[in-house]
């Protein structure tokens, strides 16, 4: 399964990164690609769409993947979040202080794609 896609909508592309269902084990690999992948990307040009849905991680990894946040910042114009239930919108907060481009979360696919073209 490919976890790290371009998808082209309207002739905008976003960064469609799959953390959905991904085994804890899995993690901190798929992280590192992620942010070497967003790294070869123009600054401020990257729409990312990220799901969470069923993902899960070892407690440890929240502040590696905080911390590894810091880093590519500046490669983002906007992000969305789809599959935020329960701890993870807890976790959320950690995150945001360290977030400094729009972020929205989403319920559904299809809005958070549709606001990220439009962003």
């Not at 976890?3 to 960064?15: D, G, M, W």
């Not at 084990?25 to 990220?50: A, M, P, T, W």
């Not at 935020?84 to 958070?112: P, R, S, Y």
């Amino acid at each position: 399964m490919k976890r790290i896609t371009i998808l082209e909508v309207k002739f905008k592309k976003i960064v469609f990164f799959d953390l959905s269902f991904c085994p804890a084990e899995e993690f901190k690999d798929l992280i590192e690609k992620f942010f070497e992948f967003v790294r070869k990307h123009e600054k401020k040009s990257v729409r990312l769409l990220i799901d969470l849905t069923g993902l899960n991680y070892i407690p440890t990894d929240v502040m590696y993947i905080n911390d590894r946040m810091k880093q590519v910042n500046e490669f983002l114009k906007c992000q969305a979040y789809i599959g935020m239930d329960g701890l993870k919108k807890v976790l959320w907060h950690i995150f945001k202080k360290n977030v400094t481009v729009e972020t929205k979360i989403f319920d559904k696919n299809e809005c958070a794609i549709n606001w990220l073209i439009s962003c």
